[in-house]
C-alpha cells in the first residue's frame, strides 16, 4: 500500500462518527434547554416529527417540533420546527441553513395547497459556531440560530422576523433573500 493511500486511510479511520445514541442524546439535551427558553410561552414537544412536503411521497423529519399556545382573547398558536446540527470541528455553513429552509418551504407549499397547519418559525441549534454567511442568509430568511455549549443556549444572530411571518415564506428564490 502506498504511503497516499495509508495516510488518507489513517485520516479517515481516526474521524469517529456521531452513533445515534449521541445523536440523539444531543436532541434531548437541545429540547429540555428550549423548555427552559420558551418557559414562559408554555410549549408542548414532540420528538421527533414529520413534515409532508409537495415535492415528494415522503415526509421530512423534524428533530424537535414545538408548538406554542399563547393566552388570552387574540392568542395564536405557533408552530416552530427545530432542526439540531451535530458537527464535529467546523461551523454550520450556509448550505446546512439552505437545506432547512428548501425542506421548510416544501412543507410550507404542501400546507398551502392541501390545507393543514404548518411550521411558521424555524430554529437551527448547533453545538458548533456559524459561518459568518450561514448567519447573514439566516437573518434575510429570519432563521434562528442557537448555539448550544455548555449546557447553555446562546442567539448567534438577531432575524427580524422570526416568529409568525418570516421571509423564508415568502421566498422562492435564494438571491431574491438579499434584493428584498
Known amino acids: 500500500m502506498g504511503k497516499r493511500l495509508k495516510s488518507i486511510l489513517n485520516k479517515l479511520s481516526n474521524k469517529q462518527p456521531i452513533s445515534y445514541s449521541e445523536g440523539h442524546g444531543f436532541k434531548k439535551e437541545v429540547e429540555k434547554h428550549l423548555i427552559k427558553y420558551l418557559g414562559r410561552l408554555s410549549p408542548e414537544v414532540e420528538m421527533p416529527a414529520r413534515a409532508k412536503g409537495i415535492n415528494g411521497s415522503h415526509s421530512y423529519d423534524v428533530d424537535i417540533y414545538i408548538t406554542i399556545k399563547s393566552k388570552g382573547l387574540f392568542a395564536n398558536r405557533g408552530n416552530i420546527w427545530v432542526e439540531c446540527k451535530w458537527k464535529d470541528n467546523s ?74 411571518d418570516p421571509a423564508w415564506m415568502k421566498q422562492k428564490n435564494y438571491l431574491q433573500a438579499f434584493r428584498s
Open 91 to 164: 461551523p454550520v455553513m450556509e448550505t446546512d441553513i439552505q437545506k432547512l429552509v428548501v425542506k421548510a418551504q416544501d412543507a410550507f407549499r404542501y400546507v398551502t395547497e392541501l390545507g393543514g397547519f404548518y411550521y411558521d418559525t424555524l430554529i437551527m441549534v448547533s453545538n458548533q459556531d456559524f459561518d459568518i454567511n450561514a448567519l447573514s442568509y439566516a437573518n434575510a430568511l429570519d432563521v434562528l440560530c442557537l448555539r448550544y455549549h455548555k449546557g447553555r443556549l446562546t442567539e448567534k444572530n438577531a432575524p427580524m422576523n422570526w416568529v409568525g
